[in-house]
């Protein structure tokens, strides 16, 4: 072999690396594109490889690089910044078809488990859920901070029992 390589040695040694492609696309098509960029751009900077180091590792860093390039490239154009003053970042898809009827039967559930908890864990836990602060609550229901926030954690341990289908408040 000579200081640059040939396409043809390229050629036999990317036969191996195929299963790497598909298991990093998790599709054919999008294998064999990846398998094509890559041969492409190991060709073009044929002269970078160094002989005597392994060409099989040299196409795999190849090949890594173009699908970790790839895949960021795809989140970032699904990907929108919000400009309030809150920024947050939010990932979108075109392919996002929203199921209402499952989270109408969950919220209806999840309620219904609302009301069933005693009313002075209950209130406190509503309120705190509508985004009102502990403080906020413990004056409004003229209690200690303290007590509001054991009413709150126990409100969240009663549902978290009869909700745990949902995995809701397991955090």
Known sequence: M???LEF???????????????????????ANDLMQETLIKAFVNREKFKEGTNLQAWLYTIMKNIFITNYQRVARRKTLLDQT?????LNT?????????YSNFAMEEINAAIDKVKKIYRVPFKLYFKGFKYQEIAEALDIPIGTVKNRIHMARQMLKGSLKQYGYLDK
């Open 2 to 4: 000579h200081n640059t």
């Open 93 to 101: 898809s075109d392919k996002t078809i929203e199921n209402k009827a």
């Open 85 to 89: 003053d809150n920024q947050h970042i």
């Open 8 to 30: 043809n040695t390229i050629d036999k040694v990317s036969a191996n690396l195929k299963p790497v492609a598909i298991k990093l696309t998790k599709d054919i098509e999008q």
